[in-house]
């Protein structure tokens, strides 16, 4: 586990008409969410082997999110960290971050 880092939805799909697999990852931090990816060839050897090769990664292009919440705790070196005592304090920040994030996202996304 990682600090202020959340992991999304994992998929996988295979496709046995081409032999390929896809394997996809969601990832959220602090004011941003992306995707990677990777994709694979395989070849069955035997009942119980394949041969796999990775053809390519994708990293998707970052999602800055006007949403920032603050959360109740983190798990920082194997410890629980609590921030609900400084949550109130955090609160305005957090929403005059989102207003900027919000005016940022409009601009690069005109």
Known sequence: ?????????ITQRVDTAFNT???????????????????????????????????????????LLADIEVPESVYVLGQTVDLSPVRGLLQPVSQVASGIIGQVSSWVWM
């Open 21 to 63: 697999v896809e394997n996809k990852a969601q990832i959220s931090v602090p004011l941003s969410r992306t995707a990677v990816s990777t994709t694979a060839s395989f070849e069955v050897r035997s009942p119980k082997r394949l041969q796999v090769r990775f053809e390519k990664g994708v990293i998707q292009t970052p999602q």
């Open 1 to 9: 586990k990682l600090p202020f880092v959340t992991i999304g939805d």
